[in-house]
């Protein structure tokens, strides 16, 4: 799998998966031990999930404290901007835009006048 895409989504639920699957890996190993080879497949494969696992969950975490590092340093204003109705609303146009199969028709001057005074 490639990285990009192993970091995509949420890294915190994808360690997990990988750890389940690595500790299904290792109950396989130890249940069938006797065959040498099988064993260390299933050992190795067990040692590799739980790796990633591992390793996504510290992602995971330096993601967040990333994330909670530049939350902190936006300023207040522009976080009450950004979540304001107006604001809301505008990215649920651009979205329907875009979404839309047929073009919205371009808005007059008048309109945009009056979206910019109701910011």
């Not at 065959?35 to 590799?48: S, W």
């Amino acid at each position: 799998m490639p990285l990009g895409q192993l970091l995509r989504g949420d890294p915190s639920k994808n360690s997990k998966l990988y750890l389940a699957i690595g500790g299904l890996s290792l109950v396989k190993a130890i249940a069938i031990r006797k065959d040498r080879e099988r064993f260390r497949r299933e050992l190795l494969d067990a040692g590799l999930f739980i790796g990633v696992g591992l390793a996504l969950r510290q992602y995971s975490q330096l993601k967040a404290e990333k994330q909670a590092e530049l939350e902190q340093q936006v300023p207040d204003w522009a976080v009450n901007i950004a979540t304001s109705e107006p604001a809301k609303q505008r990215v649920r146009t651009m979205a329907q835009q875009r979404l839309s199969s047929q073009p919205e028709p371009e808005p007059t001057l008048r309109e945009r006048a009056r979206a910019m005074l109701s910011m």
